[in-house]
């Protein structure tokens, strides 16, 4: 199978990294979505997509405000301008070997890392191991979306998890979640609002 | 030491205060070139005429020549070709200072070609040529100037052999090579040379049979003007051509105001100088003024064409609305948007030059090669930047 790439680092620290792809690229990312980066010595770090910026300048505002855009020059723009796309990625976790950890990864990765989407058996084998202990990592993050962040990762994984056979693995993340946030009532209310929008969706 | 705004507001109030009646004076001098323009609408004959006998004693003279359109009339927007391919290209350079750490000159050209209602993004081509050693010998500003603009069009030249017809080819400024006043007998020889390679570029672009085009934004020309004055002398008054100038104030772009609405273009011209000597039979250059602006806001533009432009209806038409359309596409400010994505292809920024200065002296110092450094002038204008940054 061909690994997505779907950026290159733009910054990084302990907690998160954004990425910067081209326009063109921007089909492959989803929000929620695992990705990965690689590093040296068998060590590859693990993120959720929280936030996909398309990112303007003078040309584009100008062109913006035109009753009528042609093909080729939104082609253009698209494709042969450097206007970036970036995308920021919330830190979950870490592999190292064969071992995945839901702890914050020991350094970030470094500018112009490759960034790949994880495939459904990588989504399946980061997201089965421990207790879910990454979750912890999202509910911190309160400036983020955190209820649509979980509900999108958690629809996402429950697809996986689903076609190889394991569709019990939705109630035991729900049921962490609960436990997680059984003090903090509004966020609970929100994630399971959220996970009942992805349920009507099935 | 700063601006002294005291001294400066000082004077922008008599600025003001003169504004006012140097705008009438200017409206009345447009209004009477006006009528003088309707008045000669058709006298072919009569302002080629003047025009030889200012020759005589101008023969420095750069004016407009009629050619077969009344010189007032307005021509329409006509229709875009089903399908073209629109070229267009832009140069920067960065000229040698012997005040940095390497002496060296750089001329980078982009050109982008796009293919009308395609959805295909235009391909991009960029040519970066560092200039050193005895290529820095006797080389002025105005001929780094000259061989960045010769870059332009030889690109040009290049990409549009083998398109298939139509194709429409433009660059930013005038079509004719310039050097300018000053410059010595040198410079001249070097001019000389340029203009031959010039010349054999522009025969490519015809023999390729694609439309060229030099698109002038704002113009300040006063040809069209300086014909009109020339034509109000009698042949008694014409020894005092030289300092005849009863439109002084005005600019081509102030006589066609109002004459044009938008989209259409001026009647053809033909540019009379000096140099027009260098560019004839097909390369033999010509003009037209072009509102790219939208109704209630005028912008007009000063295109230059050569003849084999002029000669073939179709290709005039096709380069016409062209024009119009790229400019179009820049909503609130018109100009060609294939011209802005070249200018941004082939700029070179501080950060790029100094990238290329670092290049230089990396490759020297690796081979032993002692590195000046930069002049303690430069140094101290460096500091004075960086500590107000």
Redesign the interface.
Known sequence: MTAIEIGRLLRASTTGFVLGCRVMQLDKPFFGALVRVPQEHDYQIYGLVHDMRVEDDGLVRQLATVEFVDESTVADNRQNRTTPVEISVLAVGYQRHTSISHLLPPRPPLSLDLIYLCEPDELRGFTAEGRFGYFRHVLRAVDLPVSELLAAHLQQAQQAHAAAGNPGWIDAATQELITLLRDDYQTLMNVLAALSDVAKSR | MTVDFQQVQRQVKELGQNAQASLESRQHTREQAQQFLHACAEAYDLLHRKVEQATLYDPNLRCALPVNEPIDGSYRQPELPAQATILAADGSQIAPSRHEEVEYALINTGA?Q?????????P?SVESVLLYDEKLENLTDALLALARDLSERRLLADLAVGLPPPVITFTDGQMELWLGQAGDREEHGLFQESLLEYKSVLQKLCASQAAAAGYVDRPHARTVVRMLEVATLSEAEMPQVKSHKPFRTMRDLHLFRGLLRPGERSALFEIQSPSAKFYRDELALFFFYLNVGRQGRESLARVEVPRWVVDSPPMLDHLHAVLVQQC??????PYP?LL??AH?TAVVSLQEKEQVTQMIAHELLGRGIDVEGKSHKQQLKDQATRGKA
């Open positions: 982008i796009m293919k009308l209602g395609s959805p295909e993004p235009p991009i179009r596409v820049m909503g609130a400010h948007y802005h994505r941004e």
